[in-house]
């Protein structure tokens, strides 16, 4: 096959020793929520993190609503954002609020198709 995962489940190049992402200082966590409830944590690192179900995401979602690469995170200089790639007919949400692309801070929900999402920031 083309590619293999990290421990945390990062898409590599079989011709990588170690996951770039994972070698990014981390930055916080993406929760997804089901029902309000904290169910899935993904380790989000500086630099940019891409949101979707496909395979080559850093943070992989597998629901039927998300498109392959749906949005991205990025963190920067201790800022982080999040950008719709609208790639899906549903609108990124961010505290109840439509938006393409917006800053984020700690404890913001975030609502892509029918998922929704919480960012903890370190
Ligand atoms: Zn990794």
Excluded at 32 to 43: I, R, T
């Amino acid at each position: 096959m083309g590619f293999k995962y990290c421990d945390e489940g990062h898409w590599m190049d079989p011709s990588w020793k170690r996951c770039p992402v994972c070698l990014a200082p981390l930055s916080g966590w993406l929760v997804h929520l089901k029902e309000n409830k904290p169910f899935k944590a993904y380790s989000i690192h500086e630099g940019k993190s891409f949101i979707g179900s496909g395979a080559d995401c850093e943070i992989r979602i597998l629901n039927i609503d998300l498109s392959r690469q749906h949005a991205y995170l990025v963190i920067a200089d201790g800022m982080c954002s999040i950008v719709d790639m609208g790639n899906s007919g549903s609108a990124l949400k961010v505290n109840n609020i439509d938006t393409v692309k917006t800053a984020l801070i700690d404890g913001d929900i975030i609502e892509l198709g029918n998922s929704a999402f919480k960012i903890k920031l370190l």
